[in-house]
């Protein structure tokens, strides 16, 4: 299979979804992910006092946790816990004004593409030298 946005079917998608107090949409997120090309799905709980993070992970999402609020630190605790060979990475709202069956034609963020055999990967392209 071909992805319509130039990668093929070999590599690896991992999805990064900051959330803060998304209990209701979260599980409707996550189920519209496409499972046959995303590997990897984390949730980025950024201080929820619902239940966004026992829903999520009740959805199969790997979750963590960020007490730092603000998008840019959710992210980059999503980023910190991709797997290492996760190729290509989406991000997606938690609150639906995303749709995650657009992941196939590249209709959400892919924002990193990295060959781990060639670079040092995602981690080294978006986390801060210093």
């Known amino acids: 299979m071909k992805l319509e946005w130039g990668r093929d079917a070999r590599s690896?998608?991992?999805?990064?979804?900051?959330?803060?107090?998304?209990?209701?949409?979260?599980?409707l997120v996550l189920r519209d992910i496409p499972r046959g090309i995303v590997d990897q799905v984390i949730v980025v709980d950024n201080g929820s006092t619902d239940n966004t993070a026992r829903e999520a992970g009740s959805c199969g999402a790997t979750v963590k946790h960020?007490?730092?609020?603000?998008?840019g630190?959710?992210?980059q605790t999503g980023i910190n816990a991709l797997a290492p060979d996760i190729d290509i990475v989406v991000f997606l709202d938690a609150d639906f004004s995303d749709h995650p069956e657009e992941i196939e034609s590249g209709g959400n963020r892919i924002v990193g593409f990295a060959d781990?055999?060639?670079?040092?990967?995602?981690?080294?392209?978006?986390?801060?030298p210093a």
């Open 12 to 27: 690896r998608v991992g999805v990064i979804i900051p959330a803060l107090n998304e209990e209701k949409a979260i599980g």
């Open 66 to 71: 960020e007490p730092q609020r603000g998008y």
């Open 73 to 75: 630190a959710a992210c």
């Open 116 to 128: 781990h055999r060639e670079s040092g990967g995602l981690r080294d392209r978006f986390t801060d």
